[in-house]
Protein backbone atom coordinates (compact mmCIF):
# COMPACT_ATOMS: atom_id res chain seq x y z
CA UNK A 1 0.00 0.00 0.00
CA UNK A 2 1.05 3.27 -0.72
CA UNK A 3 1.79 6.16 1.67
CA UNK A 4 -0.65 9.04 1.26
CA UNK A 5 3.07 11.36 2.07
CA UNK A 6 4.50 9.23 -0.80
CA UNK A 7 1.84 9.89 -3.05
CA UNK A 8 2.15 13.66 -2.55
CA UNK A 9 5.26 13.81 -2.43
CA UNK A 10 5.80 12.19 -6.37
CA UNK A 11 2.29 14.38 -7.38
CA UNK A 12 4.36 17.90 -6.12
CA UNK A 13 7.21 17.27 -7.99
CA UNK A 14 5.38 16.25 -11.52
CA UNK A 15 3.89 19.39 -13.37
CA UNK A 16 0.13 19.60 -13.49
CA UNK A 17 0.24 19.21 -16.86
CA UNK A 18 1.56 16.16 -16.28
CA UNK A 19 -0.64 14.08 -13.90
CA UNK A 20 -2.71 11.47 -15.40
CA UNK A 21 -5.97 11.29 -13.87
CA UNK A 22 -6.84 7.24 -13.91
CA UNK A 23 -9.62 6.46 -16.05
CA UNK A 24 -11.88 2.90 -16.21
CA UNK A 25 -10.26 0.83 -18.59
CA UNK A 26 -11.59 -1.52 -20.72
CA UNK A 27 -10.79 -5.12 -19.44
CA UNK A 28 -8.00 -6.13 -21.18
CA UNK A 29 -6.92 -9.40 -22.60
CA UNK A 30 -3.55 -9.23 -21.79
CA UNK A 31 -2.21 -10.19 -18.37
CA UNK A 32 0.24 -7.57 -16.55
CA UNK A 33 2.65 -9.95 -14.81
CA UNK A 34 5.34 -7.26 -13.17
CA UNK A 35 9.28 -8.71 -12.58
CA UNK A 36 10.66 -9.29 -9.25
CA UNK A 37 12.89 -5.76 -9.31
CA UNK A 38 9.51 -3.41 -9.82
CA UNK A 39 8.17 -5.38 -7.00
CA UNK A 40 10.90 -4.80 -4.45
CA UNK A 41 11.34 -1.09 -5.28
CA UNK A 42 7.35 -0.66 -4.85
CA UNK A 43 7.93 -2.36 -1.26
CA UNK A 44 10.99 -0.06 -0.64
CA UNK A 45 9.14 2.94 -1.48
CA UNK A 46 5.75 2.47 -0.62
CA UNK A 47 5.09 0.04 2.77
CA UNK A 48 5.21 1.55 6.05
CA UNK A 49 8.10 0.07 8.18
CA UNK A 50 6.29 -2.25 10.71
CA UNK A 51 7.07 -0.22 14.62
CA UNK A 52 6.35 -2.89 17.49
CA UNK A 53 4.52 -0.71 19.75
CA UNK A 54 6.88 0.50 22.36
CA UNK A 55 6.38 -1.42 26.42
CA UNK A 56 6.46 1.45 28.57
CA UNK A 57 5.94 0.97 32.29
CA UNK A 58 3.33 3.06 33.93
CA UNK A 59 5.78 5.52 35.10
CA UNK A 60 6.95 6.08 32.05
CA UNK A 61 3.63 6.16 30.39
CA UNK A 62 2.63 8.90 32.66
CA UNK A 63 5.96 10.76 32.28
CA UNK A 64 5.56 10.65 28.50
CA UNK A 65 1.89 12.08 28.51
CA UNK A 66 3.05 14.67 30.97
CA UNK A 67 5.53 15.79 28.05
CA UNK A 68 3.53 15.65 25.52
CA UNK A 69 0.91 17.46 27.52
CA UNK A 70 3.47 20.08 28.46
CA UNK A 71 4.42 20.62 24.76
CA UNK A 72 1.37 20.84 23.64
CA UNK A 73 0.88 23.91 26.16
CA UNK A 74 3.85 25.47 25.06
CA UNK A 75 3.29 25.21 21.23
CA UNK A 76 -0.76 26.55 22.15
CA UNK A 77 0.99 29.88 23.99
CA UNK A 78 3.22 30.38 21.32
CA UNK A 79 0.25 30.06 18.42
CA UNK A 80 -1.78 32.37 20.50
CA UNK A 81 1.34 34.76 21.33
CA UNK A 82 1.76 34.89 17.11
CA UNK A 83 -2.13 35.26 16.45
CA UNK A 84 -2.42 37.96 18.86
CA UNK A 85 0.61 39.95 17.38
CA UNK A 86 -0.74 39.48 14.38
CA UNK A 87 -4.63 40.60 15.11
CA UNK A 88 -2.36 43.57 16.68
CA UNK A 89 -0.54 44.60 13.72
CA UNK A 90 -3.64 44.30 11.46
CA UNK A 91 -6.05 46.27 13.61
CA UNK A 92 -2.96 48.70 14.06
CA UNK A 93 -3.05 48.82 9.98
CA UNK A 94 -6.94 48.91 9.37
CA UNK A 95 -6.98 52.20 12.17
CA UNK A 96 -4.11 53.98 9.60
CA UNK A 97 -6.49 53.62 7.07
CA UNK A 98 -9.49 55.01 8.39
CA UNK A 99 -6.80 57.89 9.92
CA UNK A 100 -5.70 58.51 6.14
CA UNK A 101 -9.63 58.31 4.94
CA UNK A 102 -10.73 60.67 7.05
CA UNK A 103 -7.46 63.39 6.21
CA UNK A 104 -6.66 62.63 2.67
CA UNK A 105 -9.40 60.72 0.18
CA UNK A 106 -7.17 60.95 -2.76
CA UNK A 107 -3.83 59.23 -0.81
CA UNK A 108 -6.63 56.52 0.56
CA UNK A 109 -8.14 55.83 -3.24
CA UNK A 110 -4.28 55.66 -3.86
CA UNK A 111 -3.30 53.32 -1.07
CA UNK A 112 -5.74 50.70 -2.24
CA UNK A 113 -4.97 50.94 -5.89
CA UNK A 114 -3.22 47.51 -6.81
CA UNK A 115 -0.61 48.26 -9.40
CA UNK A 116 -0.44 44.72 -11.58
CA UNK A 117 3.09 45.11 -13.09
CA UNK A 118 5.05 45.34 -9.45
CA UNK A 119 7.42 42.32 -9.36
CA UNK A 120 8.42 41.24 -6.17
CA UNK A 121 11.99 42.82 -4.61
CA UNK A 122 14.61 39.79 -5.40
CA UNK A 123 17.47 41.36 -2.95
CA UNK A 124 14.31 41.20 0.18
CA UNK A 125 15.16 38.17 2.59
CA UNK A 126 13.05 35.48 3.13
CA UNK A 127 11.16 36.20 6.55
CA UNK A 128 12.48 33.03 8.66
CA UNK A 129 12.13 31.39 11.99
CA UNK A 130 14.80 29.64 11.80
CA UNK A 131 18.12 29.65 13.84
CA UNK A 132 21.02 31.65 11.86
CA UNK A 133 23.62 30.19 10.02
CA UNK A 134 26.41 31.35 12.20
CA UNK A 135 25.37 29.07 14.70
CA UNK A 136 26.97 29.06 17.90
CA UNK A 137 30.18 31.74 19.10
CA UNK A 138 33.09 29.53 20.59
CA UNK A 139 35.08 33.07 20.92
CA UNK A 140 32.54 34.68 23.22
CA UNK A 141 33.59 35.42 26.34
CA UNK A 142 31.09 36.23 29.59
CA UNK A 143 31.87 39.86 30.73
CA UNK A 144 33.51 40.22 34.49
CA UNK A 145 31.29 39.13 37.72
CA UNK A 146 29.78 42.53 39.01
CA UNK A 147 29.21 43.00 42.63
CA UNK A 148 25.24 42.32 42.81
CA UNK A 149 23.33 44.41 45.20
CA UNK A 150 21.96 41.92 47.92
CA UNK A 151 18.28 41.26 47.72
CA UNK A 152 15.68 42.26 50.22
CA UNK A 153 15.92 38.30 50.77
CA UNK A 154 19.54 38.60 51.78
CA UNK A 155 19.22 41.93 53.70
CA UNK A 156 16.17 40.16 55.70
CA UNK A 157 18.66 37.26 56.65
CA UNK A 158 22.04 38.88 56.99
CA UNK A 159 19.85 41.34 59.77
CA UNK A 160 18.51 37.78 61.41
CA UNK A 161 22.18 36.94 62.07
Sequence with gaps: MASLFLRRAVLSTVPA????VPRAAAPSSVEHTSDARTELIKKVLFELPSREPLELSEEDQERNETIERAWKLVKMIER???DAELERKFRA???AM????????RLFRGALVRNRHITFPRQMKIPTETPPTAGWDYSYKAPEAIEATPTKAQKVD???S
Design 93 to 95: MRE
Design 98 to 105: LELERTNE
Design 158 to 160: ESS
Design 17 to 20: SRVL
Design 80 to 82: EAR
